[in-house]
């Protein structure tokens, strides 16, 4: 029987790792397996922003069950136990502002003219769903059934990623509330690639730290940031340094500055915005499959590594008990070896950066430093 996989925006170092996470929206749980989900064969093809997605997915072995109360997501800025405001109090009414200006933008005509023509006509959206017909081949059986492949092209996208997506509504947000510079941090770079188009668009000061490791692996990010108007501004260490670096940065100059936030974490509303800003990405699949095949994808894979790629595929589908939903994340050189990134198969609950989440800690709730091939 054929299937439907869809690929869509996933790193390839990523792709061909063990741990995942899947969402059982009948059994209300988020399941935590370990099971590979494609081979390296398939990933070493793909681009470096790809997804995937498949039917008649083979069993899978339930190694840890976190029970999820629907009415608990439904509150503002809480995802059950999760999410959060855990800030200090001199943020407290920055944050609350930030809050109601995004909730009145959603509401906006004119902002979200504005918004849409900046998709098209900057960003370059919307981005295709191809068929992968070489791949789609490959892993037919020798009765040619097998997925039919799909990829979500956002690398073509301005700036070569999905992060613009986000970057540029928020940018707007930022000019709409008076700011004149903008805060950022950056793993790989293409967040900071993103938000210094997004500045450059709308004539925004720019500043963008990034890790020391991460800028000597993504030299030409650095370049094209710097090409495009942005100040970057090295930190000791990786990604979650350089984000405790942005913050400090923004807290010093609430009044002009702007921390723009391209992950899923962080205190609310910022995980809020950056769903709704990314959800472009599967409200397009959605139509898109429905053009192409007349129905809906059968399985929706994405890496995940600060969520922005999984949350801008998964949310527009994750009312849909049909379609099964796979994150991927970093297993490094195993889910037992200490050296890994996935934070949602390993990690332990606690706070940091202002919200609620599954961190990698030590025993006395110390965070450790992931391991990935991968920058970030």
């Not at 999410?83 to 979200?112: M, R």
């Not at 073509?156 to 509504?169: Q, R, T, Y």
């Not at 010093?252 to 899923?264: C, F, H, K, Q, V």
Request: hydrophobic share 35%.
């Amino acid at each position: 029987m054929a299937c439907n996989l869809k690929v869509l925006s996933l790193n390839r170092q990523i792709v061909s790792t063990t741990g995942h996470v899947t969402v059982d929206r009948k059994m209300v749980t988020a399941s935590v397996i370990s099971l590979p989900v494609f081979p390296d064969t398939l990933t070493n093809n793909l681009p470096v922003t790809t997804t995937l997605t498949a039917k008649n997915p083979q069993s899978t072995q339930k190694l840890l069950t976190k029970p999820v109360d629907r009415k608990e997501v439904t509150r503002p800025g809480k995802f059950g136990r999760f999410g959060g405001k855990y800030v200090p109090e001199t943020l407290v009414t920055c944050l609350g502002k930030l809050g109601a200006e995004f909730n009145l933008v959603l509401h906006d005509s004119e902002f979200q003219k504005e918004l849409r023509t900046a998709l098209q006509d900057y960003v370059g959206r919307e981005t295709p769903l191809y068929f992968a017909q070489r791949l789609t081949n490959h892993y037919k059986n020798i009765k040619g059934e097998g997925p039919e492949i799909y990829l979500k092209r956002e690398d073509l996208n301005h700036g070569g990623a999905h992060k613009i997506n986000n970057a540029i509504a928020q940018a707007m947000i930022a000019k709409r509330m008076g700011r004149k510079s903008i805060v950022a941090a950056t793993g790989a770079g293409q967040h900071g690639v993103a938000t210094a188009a997004a500045c450059a668009k709308l004539s925004l000061e720019c500043t963008i730290f990034m890790g020391s490791t991460d800028m000597k692996k993504q030299a030409s990010n650095v370049l094209l940031m710097k090409l495009l108007g942005a100040q970057v501004e090295p930190v000791e260490g990786t990604f979650k340094d350089a984000s405790s670096q942005a913050i400090r940065e923004w807290v010093g100059n609430l009044d002009s500055s702007y921390y723009l936030t391209g992950t899923a974490v962080g205190p609310h509303p910022c995980p809020s915005m950056v769903r709704e800003f990314q959800s472009v990405i599967g409200k397009e699949t959605r139509r898109q499959a429905m053009e192409k095949w007349g129905g809906k994808p059968d399985i929706l894979v994405a890496c995940i590594g600060s969520g922005s790629n999984a949350l801008g595929l998964f949310h527009e589908f994750i009312e849909d008990e049909d379609v099964r939903l796979i994150g991927v994340e970093a297993a490094g050189f195993g889910l037992n070896s200490g050296k890994h990134a996935a934070t949602l198969a390993r990690g332990d609950v606690g706070v940091y950066h202002g919200a609620m989440s599954y961190l990698l800690q030590d025993e006395e709730g110390q965070i450790l430093g992931p391991h990935s091939i991968g920058v970030g």
